[in-house]
């Protein structure tokens, strides 16, 4: 099991910056794919960005060239570089962990329902 805290976010506006954290924890949480997923009101939740095992990333359209996912500490920190933001951006970001049975395949995902483990969340709020 991977165990998930998300830190970061907050207010900014328009065309500003902000960065988001998830510590991840577990026995061999190195080996998931890891995604970042946001969820406005109203709205369903949906992939943003995931990077696997390897390094590798894939990126929604809506955040290509803006956001920048990457991993630190021996891949058990996940951050989201988010710059250029748009109001459009404000949501609750999810930091998650892909389902145990794509560990340690490099697996790529943006698929909310191949994600088994979920952090808390974190609110940013982009004002225009």
């Known amino acids: 099991q991977v165990q998930l805290v998300e830190s970061g976010g907050g207010s900014v506006q328009a065309g500003g910056s902000l960065r988001l954290s998830c510590e991840a924890s577990?026995?061999?949480?190195?080996?998931?794919?890891m995604g970042w997923f946001r969820q406005a009101p109203g709205k369903e939740r949906e992939g943003v960005a995931v990077?696997?095992?390897?390094?590798?990333?894939k990126y929604a359209d809506f955040v290509k060239g803006r956001f920048t996912i990457s991993q630190a500490n021996a891949k058990t920190t996940l951050i989201l570089q988010m710059n250029s933001l748009k109001p459009e951006d404000s949501a609750v970001y999810y930091c998650?962990?892909?389902?145990?049975?794509?560990?340690?395949?490099?697996?790529?995902?943006?698929?909310?329902?191949?994600?088994?483990?979920w952090g808390q969340g974190t609110q940013v709020t982009v004002s225009s």
């Open positions: 998650a962990a892909i389902a145990d049975r794509y560990a340690g395949i490099r697996y790529l995902s943006l698929t909310v329902s191949e994600f088994a483990y």
């Open positions: 577990g026995p061999r949480a190195s080996r998931y794919s």
């Open positions: 990077i696997d095992s390897g390094a590798n990333t």
